[in-house]
């Protein structure tokens, strides 16, 4: 079993959907929380981080952190083509760069 | 600022060969890291170094090395590529090297075939 899980997807939405983007993990010890995003072709870019649980909210991106489940999702709200990319989520205990356990990504798809 | 940049864009490679990808950044930052990128697996971390003359392994490490001798570059070295090197390889850069205090920027990325 994989420390951390993705559904790659392809997720495929209309504009303006609410997009929900979700990642499991098994290792307890996980406190620091990160998505990246990822467009064709092109390096990650940070896009939020979360320490232990709660959410923290950036402009239409939410990001929601269930320690109690092990499980944590990426909300999109009035999603827009230019959200097309590839979702990473990235987890550690420590916070490090260096410990970050990746998940494989989830394909996201909004067409016009 | 250029930011963190990486040479070759592609490179094509025979079993055996060897080669250094290279990677630079312009923000004075720290830590750099190397990672590669395979489908369906995430990225895996190879080596990363927290300054100058001091760099570790990653979760992936044998097949490369590195050396850090300024700030600025973090080469990364194929000794007798194999296929199973195959992959996209990311290099990336942040001050602090946590991820609550700065954010971590990557490059554009170097997309390796061993054949």
């Known amino acids: 079993q994989k420390e951390v899980e993705q559904d790659p997807g392809p997720l495929s939405v209309p504009e303006g959907a609410i997009v929900s983007l979700n990642c499991t993990y098994s290792?307890?010890?996980?406190?620091?929380f990160m998505w990246y995003r990822q467009y064709s072709r092109k390096g990650p870019e940070l896009l939020m981080y979360t320490y232990s649980s709660g959410n923290k909210e950036d402009g239409r991106f939410t990001a929601q952190v269930d320690k109690s489940s092990k499980y944590i999702s990426l909300f999109i709200r009035d999603s827009q083509p230019s959200d097309s990319a590839t979702y990473l989520c990235a987890m550690s205990a420590s916070g490090g760069y260096n410990k970050l356990i990746f998940g494989a990504g989830t394909r996201l798809a909004v067409h016009p | 600022n250029a930011g963190v940049t990486q040479t070759p864009k592609f490179r094509i490679l025979k079993i055996g060969q060897s080669m250094t990808l290279q990677c630079a950044q312009d923000m004075n930052h720290n830590y750099m890291y190397w990672y590669r990128q395979d489908p369906g697996m995430g990225l895996k971390l190879i080596y990363y170094?927290?300054?100058?003359?001091?760099?570790d392994k990653g979760e992936v490490p044998n097949g490369y090395n590195v050396s850090r001798s300024t700030t600025e570059d973090f080469p990364l070295r194929l000794e007798l590529a194999a296929p199973s090197q195959t992959s996209v390889y990311f290099c990336?850069?942040?001050?602090?090297?946590?991820?609550?205090?700065?954010?971590?920027?990557f490059g554009p990325g170097t997309r390796l075939t061993v054949l």
């Open positions: 170094s927290v300054g100058a003359g001091i760099t």
């Open positions: 990336a850069s942040s001050y602090s090297g946590q991820g609550v205090e700065d954010t971590q920027y």
């Open positions: 290792n307890s010890a996980f406190q620091y």
